[in-house]
C-alpha cells in the first residue's frame, strides 16, 4: 500500500469530530492493508513507530526538510518507510548520526509534500488525528469483525497495538481470546481517577482497600524462576538500573509473578526522599548511592495462574501470602472515619495521600475508571508544557514562565488526543529546574516568538493548584488557581496527563462545596 493512502486517511479523520466516523475511516484503511504493513501502519498512524526511538530530534528534521527535494507524485510505499526506520534504528557507533542523516534525507525527498509532513509527525510523536489507541482499537475490532472487548484486552495483555492489530486482522477469534499474560513481556497499568477526600472516593467504591499512595515511582516487577526483570510505567526495562529491587524479588517464595507497585528512596528515619533522588536512579549513569526500596499494592499473576480478573480481596490475600513485608500499607473498610484515618497516617508518615480500591474489582489494565481512587490533601494535577516564556529580573536569560496544557481526548475544546492550554505559572521553580528548562525546551523546540520558545507537547509536570476558575481566555473555559510547580515527571507520559474534562469537574466541586 502507498503511503499517501494512509496520508489520506488520517486528512479524513482529522476533518472530523465523529468518534464513529473516524472508526469507520480507519477499518476501511484497516482492512486494505497487507498483513507485513499491519504493525508498520498502526505505530505511524498513532505516532509510534513499531521500532521505538530513532534519534530523530525536531531541529534534525527542520533541517532535512529544508534541505531535501520533494516528490510530485506518490511514490513511496509503507515497506519502503518501515525499512528505512529500521535502518534508521540499527544506526550505531562512529558515523552513525551521519548515516541516519543520509537516510533521513532520502526518505523525504522520496516523499510529496503531504507524506513529508506526515512522516515528521509520525516520528516526532506529534500525530493529532484522533486516531489515539482508544479510536482504532475500536477500529481494529470493526475492521476484523472482533468484539470490541477482545481486541481491548489483546492489546493491553500484549502491550503492542500493532501486534494485536494483526492477530485480530490475519488470526482467529479463538487466537486473540487466548492472548493472556505472559511473564516477561509488561502489560499496561492499572490507573487511577481522583476525589477530593477517602470518606468521598469511599461513597463511589464502597468497601475498599485504602493504601497508602507513596511518593516514588511506579514499577511493575516480573520474575519468571531466577529471571527478574523491572519496567517502568512507560513499560521501560530498568532491570540493569535497580538491582536492590531484583534481589528482593528473586527471594520472594514464588517461581514465577508478576507484580504492581512502588519503588522510592528512604532516608535514615524511613521517611521518604525527595521524589527527584528516586528518579534519578532511573537515569542510565545514576550514581548507586541512593538505595530503593520496592513496595508492592497488587499481583497480576503467580505460579502459572492469572489473576487479573480476580476480585482485589482475592489478589491482596495472595500479595499477603508472598510479600508481606513490601507490602503498600492499607486497610480494608467501608467506614468513611477509618478511611480518613488511614489518609491522616499516610500523610503523618511523609506519603502524597491515599488510593481508595473497590475490593471486589478486578484488575483494568491500561484504564482509568472509578475502581481506583486517589486522594491528594493538595490538589496536583499531570499537565503538558506547551510553551515557555523567557524570564525577566534576575531570571533574565532563563526560560521561566510555563505554558500549560491538559489533554483533551476527544477534542471536545481542539483536536481530538490534543491539549488544551489552562494556564500559565512560574511559581516552584528552583534554580536547578530553570537551568534544566533553559537547557531542555530547545532543543523539542517547534517555533518561537520574541518572547516565547514553543515546544513540542512531550514534557509532563505536576502542578499543585487551589483551584480552578471559569475563564473566557482559554478554549476550556477554565483557568488554574495559584498554580504552581512541584516536579517534572519523567515518568509519565503526555497521554496520562489530566484531562480538560477532569479541571473542568472542578468548577462543579467547588460549586457543591466538595473543595
Known amino acids: 500500500m502507498l503511503l499517501d493512502e494512509i496520508v489520506t486517511t488520517t486528512d479524513a479523520v482529522t476533518a472530523t469530530r465523529s468518534r464513529l466516523a ?7 484503511l484497516l482492512v486494505r492493508l497487507e498483513p507485513d504493513e499491519v504493525e508498520p501502519a498502526v505505530g505511524l498512524l498513532v505516532g509510534k513507530p513499531r521500532q521505538g526511538r530513532l534519534g530523530v530530534g525536531w531541529r534534525g528534521m527542520q533541517t532535512v526538510l529544508a534541505a531535501a527535494e520533494t516528490a510530485t507524485e506518490p511514490s513511496l510505499t509503507i515497506g519502503e ?3 528505512v526506520l529500521d535502518r534508521l534504528a540499527a544506526a550505531s557507533g562512529a558515523g552513525s548520526s551521519l548515516e541516519r542523516s543520509r537516510e533521513l534525507h532520502d526518505l523525504i525527498a522520496s516523499a510529496t509534500a503531504r507524506e513529508q509532513d506526515f512522516i515528521a509527525r509520525a516520528l516526532l510523536g506529534e500525530m493529532r488525528t484522533g486516531a489515539l489507541e482508544g479510536v482504532l482499537t475500536d477500529a481494529i475490532a470493526k475492521a476484523a469483525d472482533r468484539p470490541v472487548a477482545s481486541v481491548r484486552r489483546a492489546a493491553m495483555l500484549q502491550g503492542d497495538l500493532g501486534a494485536t492489530a494483526r492477530l485480530a486482522l490475519t488470526g482467529t477469534a479463538d487466537e486473540l481470546d487466548a492472548v493472556g499474560l505472559v511473564v516477561g513481556r509488561p502489560v499496561q497499568p492499572m ?12 461513597e463511589t467504591t464502597g468497601e475498599a482497600s485504602v493504601e497508602y499512595k507513596l511518593d516514588g515511582a511506579r514499577i511493575q516487577v516480573h520474575r519468571n524462576g531466577d529471571d527478574v526483570r523491572v519496567f517502568t510505567r512507560n513499560l521501560a526495562d530498568v532491570t ?26 528512604l532516608d535514615e528515619d524511613g521517611a521518604p526522599r525527595p521524589f527527584q533522588e528516586t528518579m534519578s536512579r532511573f537515569g542510565a549513569d545514576a550514581a548507586r548511592e541512593t538505595l530503593l526500596h520496592p513496595w508492592f499494592f497488587d499481583v497480576l499473576h503467580v505460579d502459572g495462574r492469572d489473576l487479573l480478573d480476580e476480585p482485589l480481596r ?9 510479600a508481606a513485608d513490601h507490602r503498600i500499607p492499607g486497610e480494608v473498610t467501608d467506614d468513611p472515619e477509618v478511611a480518613e484515618r488511614v489518609s491522616r497516617e499516610a500523610l503523618a508518615a511523609g506519603q502524597e495521600g491515599v488510593v481508595v480500591k473497590a475490593i471486589d ?66 511559581k516552584g521553580l528552583t534554580d536547578e529546574l530553570l537551568r534544566w528548562q533553559t537547557e531542555r525546551f530547545p532543543e523539542i523546540e517547534t517555533r518561537r516568538t520574541a518572547n516565547t520558545v ?33 516536579r517534572y515527571r519523567d515518568d509519565k507520559p503526555p497521554a496520562e496527563a489530566d484531562t480538560i474534562q477532569t479541571l473542568r469537574g472542578l468548577l462543579r466541586d467547588e460549586r457543591e462545596g466538595t473543595r
Open 314 to 322: 482475592v489478589r491482596i490475600a495472595e500479595l499477603e501470602r508472598i
Open 191 to 202: 490507573l487511577a481517577s481522583t476525589a477530593s477526600s477517602a470518606a468521598a472516593a469511599l
Open 361 to 426: 474489582a478486578p484488575y483494568a489494565a491500561g484504564r482509568r475508571g472509578a475502581s481506583w481512587i486517589k486522594v491528594k490533601p493538595v490538589h496536583t494535577y499531570d499537565l503538558v508544557v506547551l510553551a515557555c516564556e523567557w524570564g525577566s529580573g534576575r531570571r533574565t536569560g532563563l526560560l521561566s514562565n510555563l505554558h500549560l496544557g491538559a489533554l483533551d481526548p476527544a477534542g471536545e475544546f481542539g483536536e481530538p488526543g490534543g491539549f488544551v492550554m489552562v494556564g500559565k505559572t512560574f
Open 454 to 486: 514553543f515546544v513540542e507537547p512531550i514534557t509532563v509536570v505536576e502542578i499543585a493548584i487551589d483551584g480552578v476558575q471559569r475563564s473566557s481566555r482559554y478554549p476550556g473555559g477554565v483557568a488554574l488557581r495559584f498554580a504552581r510547580v512541584k
Open 81 to 83: 518507510l518501515d525499512a
Open 22 to 28: 473516524k472508526i469507520e475511516a480507519l477499518a476501511a
Open 240 to 265: 540493569h538500573r535497580l538491582p536492590e529491587v531484583v534481589e528482593v524479588v528473586r527471594g520472594l517464595p514464588v517461581r514465577d509473578v508478576i507484580l504492581d507497585g512502588e519503588t522510592l528512596a
